[in-house]
């Protein structure tokens, strides 16, 4: 058996969920996220890895390289 038997879920995450070893597969960084969002997972508590697939934010250890628009306009009339 693979460690990524399924194509279209290159993320995989492996926590604790009580006494029980739980593993869940991910079609994208954003459904990831949510998961980890939604069971308040903190990167000690879960192991994460991937299929080829450059993840990144919070929970992974990497810093996002999302930039952000710093100038917005104001119209103050």
Same mark, same amino acid.
């Given at each position: 058996?693979?460690? #990524?038997?399924? *194509?279209? &879920?290159?993320? +995989?995450?492996?926590? %604790?969920? @009580? %006494?029980?070893? =739980?593993?869940?597969? &991910?079609?994208? *960084?954003?459904? #990831?996220? +949510?998961?980890?969002?939604?069971? =308040?997972?903190? !990167? +000690?508590?879960?192991?994460?890895?991937?299929?080829?697939? *450059?993840?990144?934010? =919070? @929970?992974?250890?990497? +810093?996002?390289?999302? =930039?952000?628009? !710093? !100038?917005?306009?104001?119209?103050?009339?």
């Amino acid at each position: 058996m693979t460690d #990524f038997p399924y *194509e279209s &879920f290159p993320i +995989k995450l492996v926590h %604790k969920d @009580g %006494k029980d070893k =739980k593993t869940c597969w &991910f079609q994208c *960084e954003a459904h #990831f996220q +949510k998961y980890i969002d939604r069971h =308040k997972l903190v !990167s +000690k508590d879960y192991e994460v890895s991937t299929n080829n697939v *450059e993840i990144m934010g =919070k @929970g992974t250890r990497r +810093k996002s390289t999302q =930039k952000r628009s !710093s !100038s917005r306009s104001s119209s103050n009339s």
